[in-house]
């Protein structure tokens, strides 16, 4: 397939309405300061979805509301207009079945890796029985981090702190898994091994997943379908649906047809009408 074939096959605008998802967005704005001469529109009025099991990107400039519609999404903020649903329950606050991974591991400094992985049982006041010990240790075994499971966060390094927290976003197990720019702070290489490690427990766990990036490789690299928001107010302009089959590997970034969609995609953030 040459490269605007593949483009043609991959690239679809999105529609004005969502059709049905696991995940649904429905004209949703969201406005700072609503009613008042300091009101700021982040977000305008949106739609999507996003289907069970599937792996959702939005990318898009620093500023476009891409945060912002993702905390939405969490159930951390309330829509100025229009609804959101997940798993055909209403959104209006956060719900125990959500992962959430910020740009910040945000781990507890005196506890270690293990305990901090074991968190989320303990915040929710569910009991941590043995076999949820066993999930956690498994879970820091396959990213890695054998040997580390008594360590603080200031002995692991910024990949291995991150992949805490990956563990911990997965191990209550839940269906919808959001990730706002968990690697963004990392070095190149090291965001290369994160992306790496989060696809094989993506696959292996097979979550619904949103996640927020700036990064047009890591999007395409990652996801299903990439969502490009414009610039604020902030509103999806391409939905691009990435034909690559999985597993991938890194070497699929030096191909023509990852590059030529990484072209089109870059297009698209960087228009600004006139």
Sequence with gaps: ?????????????????????????????????????????????????????????????????????????????????????????????????????????????????????????????????????????????????????????????????QRVAICRALVYEPDLLLMDEPFSALDAITRDEMNLVLMKMWEEHHRTAVFVTHSIREAVFLSDRVLVMSRRPGRIIEDVRIPFSRPRGLEIGETIEFNEICGHLRSKIEHRPH
């Excluded at 977000?43 to 999507?48: D, G, I, K, N, R």
């Excluded at 054998?146 to 200031?154: A, D, I, M």
Aim: aromatic residues 6%; positive net charge.
């Design 1 to 161: 397939m040459n490269a605007n074939a593949t483009l043609l096959a991959a690239a679809e605008v999105a529609s004005s309405a969502p059709s049905p998802g696991y995940v649904a967005i429905d004209q949703v704005r969201k406005i700072y300061n609503a009613g008042t001469r300091h009101q700021v529109e982040a977000v305008a009025p949106t739609s999507f979805s996003v289907k069970a099991g599937e792996f959702v990107s939005l990318l898009g400039p620093s500023g476009c509301g891409k945060s912002t519609l993702l905390m939405m999404i969490a159930g951390l903020e309330a829509p100025t207009q229009g609804s959101i649903s997940v798993a055909g329950r209403a959104m209006t606050s956060p719900r125990a079945e959500t992962g959430i991974m910020f740009q910040d591991p945000t781990l507890l400094p005196w506890k270690s890796a293990l305990d901090n992985v074991l968190f989320p049982f303990r915040a929710m006041n569910r009991p941590v029985e043995p076999e949820i010990v066993e999930r956690a240790s498994t879970l820091l075994d396959h990213v890695g981090l054998q040997g580390f499971h008594g360590h603080k966060p200031r002995q692991l390094s910024g990949g291995m702190r």
